[in-house]
T-cell receptor, first 112, second 113 residues
Framework: GEQVEQRPPHLSVREGDSAIIICTYTDSATAYFSWYKQEAGAGLQLLMS?????DRKEEQGLTVLLNKKDKRLSLNLTAAHPGDSAVYFC???????????FGTGTRLQVLP | DAGVTQTPRHEVAEKGQTIILKCEPV?????LFWYRQTKIQGLELLSY????????DGGAFKDRFKAEMLNSSFSTLKIQPTEPKDSAVYLC???????????FGPGTRLLVL
């Protein structure tokens, strides 16, 4: 079955710096990719989703890159601020299966 | 529109008790998921319903975990009897059939003593 690895598990950056989180997956049939943010004591909040035919998507200071050849998905917070401090999860799924596999999470700390 | 709601937000139980967690999906969503989240195991799928029918019951969790969807707008997860290793955050999520994006509730933090 699909295996997803996420790194780094912990990331600490200064305010204004960029933060990059990477997930790699194994199933070439994976068709749907999402990033979620989880703040303390809350559920997972969807940040952005892309289909497999998209290589790059930017929204509100976030950039998602998809490299299908290397089976790598990344999330780049271009100018992090303290409010971005949270745990971030990638999630991938094969088309029409409704089976979502989550990464193990990255705890991001943005220092003022 | 209301998102996914879960109650209670926190639950403390003694070993051997029965607890029931509740979830209301986003209105109009036909798919509903229950997950358990722990630091060690991450997110584990417990149950998956489509149009109130149980599609997946999470194998290893069958014996003491039972999820039900009595109507399209309400689901419960019963743990009976509880064990200390059940201490975790239980997340409910819903999605539109045919769409992969899942919307999560705030979770129920369970502590079993």
């Amino acid at each position: 079955g699909e295996q997803v690895e996420q790194r780094p598990p912990h990331l600490s950056v200064r305010e204004g710096d960029s933060a990059i989180i990477i997930c790699t997956y194994t199933d070439s049939a994976t068709a749907y990719f999402s990033w979620y943010k989880q703040e303390a004591g809350a559920g997972l909040q969807l940040l952005m989703s892309v289909l497999s035919n998209v290589d790059r998507k930017e929204e509100q200071g976030l950039t998602v890159l998809l490299n299908k050849k290397d089976k790598r998905l990344s999330l780049n917070l271009t100018a992090a601020h303290p409010g971005d401090s949270a745990v971030y999860f990638c999630a991938v799924s094969v088309a029409n299966t409704n089976k979502v596999v989550f990464g193990t999470g990255t705890r991001l700390q943005v220092l003022p | 529109d209301a998102g996914v709601t879960q109650t209670p937000r926190h639950e403390v139980a003694e070993k051997g008790q029965t607890i029931i967690l509740k979830c209301e999906p986003v209105s109009g969503h036909n798919d509903l998921f229950w997950y358990r989240q722990t630091k060690i195991q991450g997110l584990e799928l417990l149950s998956y319903f489509r149009s109130k029918s149980l599609m997946e019951d999470g194998g290893a969790f069958k014996d003491r975990f039972k999820a039900e969807m009595l109507n399209s707008s309400f689901s419960t997860l019963k743990i009976q009897p509880t064990e200390p290793k059940d201490s975790a955050v239980y997340l409910c999520a819903s999605s539109l059939t045919g769409e992969d994006t899942q919307y999560f509730g705030p979770g129920t933090r369970l502590l079993v003593l």
